[in-house]
Each structure stands twice: as structure tokens, then as C-alpha cells.
């Protein structure tokens, strides 16, 4: 069953684009992405409450990119998303194990006599900081998030994999598109219990 805390683990954490920190709606649909992995859910108003019906501007322009055809996928073309690399659990590599962004934001760090840190370019950790959206605060991420994992022609992250799994009997395409032109790669359609996804593939190099 979709709740607004699933809802929410598919919207953006660190994104310089504040319009996807949260899902959006329009009348039809409740969707939820961060660029890359992307869902959709009928519109229920109990999922909503705190989310007023809006359409961001860029939002057409990105949800213009997908189709939203995986009625043309067939009943054999859906498999079980596959076994992924374990979880290796190690420091965040965005704040460096500290749970919370401790650089200095008057110097960076480039200013020998800077006051606020003494020159060492890092704060000490208070309680009122902000925890670090990367690991929200536990100073730990997974470093297998971004092993490739192998589904038809394309290449996927195994941490989105692993975010698509919590969806409840979630199914995924066993041959998405291939994409001939390796700079405009075609998403693989997602499919779960009350609802579609998207989830973009790794870019070749
Ligand atoms: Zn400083
Ligand atoms: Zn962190």
C-alpha cells in the first residue's frame, strides 16, 4: 500500500531543484521523482493533504519525456528485479561520516585566519545543524549504491533497484528499449501494486 513515507523515498534529498524535494499532483495522478527514478499513483487525497495540487513549470517538460505506454509491455516481458550486490555500508562520502555538513560556510575552508572555524575549514557539530540529506544524519551510506546491475541492453544502479524493491510486488521490464543513441537512453518501465515508474538507466560511457 502507497503511503506518503514511500511517497516521500522517491522524491530528490540533495537537488538543486527544490520542486522535487516533495511529490507534486495534478487531478489525475500523485507523482514523485528526483530526476532519475520516477512514480506515479492515482490521485488519493489521503496521500495529499500537505501537498497542494500543483504543476511545477518544469514538470510538464520532464513528465513530456515519458509515455507512460507500459500497457505495451507484454504479460511475459515483466520480470522480478534481480538479485542486486550486497549493501556495504560505509562512511558518507558527502560529509564524510559526520552525519551533518560541517564545512565551514564563511571560509570553505580557504581562509587561514577565518574566525568561525580557525582556519581548519570545518565546524564543530552542534544539534542544530541540519543532518546531512545524503545519509540523513546517520554518517553512513551504501557504497555498492552505485554497482551496475545488467537488464537488457542497459545498465541500472543497484541503490535505485534497491528503492524500487520496497514498492509492494513491484515488477520491472525485462528488455527495455535498447537505446541505439547512447546519449538519449530510454527509462525502464516499472511496475507496481497501484502504480507505474520510471527508472532511468546509467549512462554509458
Ligand atoms: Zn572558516
Ligand atoms: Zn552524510
Same mark, same amino acid.
Given at each position: 500500500m502507497m503511503d506518503r513515507k514511500l /511517497?516521500?523515498?522517491f522524491c530528490a534529498t540533495c537537488d538543486l531543484r527544490p520542486v522535487l524535494r516533495e511529490p507534486w499532483c495534478d487531478l489525475s495522478w500523485i507523482y514523485a521523482t528526483d530526476g532519475r527514478v520516477m512514480v506515479r499513483v492515482a490521485f488519493d487525497p489521503a496521500l495529499t493533504l500537505d501537498v497542494a495540487v500543483k504543476y511545477p513549470p518544469e514538470v510538464p517538460l520532464m513528465n513530456g519525456r515519458f509515455d507512460w505506454d507500459h500497457d505495451q509491455v507484454p504479460a511475459d516481458g515483466?520480470?522480478?528485479?534481480?538479485?542486486l550486490p550486497?549493501?556495504?555500508?560505509?562512511d558518507c562520502v558527502w560529509c564524510g561520516g559526520e552525519g551533518a555538513d560541517l564545512t565551514c560556510g564563511l571560509c570553505g575552508g580557504y581562509e587561514d585566519s577565518c574566525e568561525a572555524c580557525g582556519g581548519t575549514g570545518k565546524l564543530k557539530k552542534d544539534p542544530s545543524m541540519p543532518a546531512c540529506e545524503e545519509c540523513d544524519g546517520s554518517g553512513k +551510506?551504501?557504497?555498492a549504491q552505485w554497482d551496475q546491475v545488467p537488464i537488457g541492453e542497459?545498465?541500472?544502479a543497484t541503490g535505485y533497484l534497491r528503492k524500487l524493491k520496497t514498492l509492494p510486488q513491484v515488477m520491472i521490464e525485462a528488455k527495455p528499449l535498447d537505446p541505439g543513441?547512447? +546519449? +538519449? /537512453?530510454?527509462?525502464m518501465r516499472v511496475k507496481f501494486e497501484g502504480g507505474l515508474g520510471y527508472l532511468m538507466p546509467v549512462k554509458r560511457d
Open positions: /511517497l516521500n523515498s515483466w520480470i522480478e528485479i534481480p538479485e550486497p549493501v556495504q555500508m560505509e +551510506h551504501d557504497a542497459s545498465k541500472f543513441d547512447p +546519449h +538519449h /537512453l530510454p527509462p
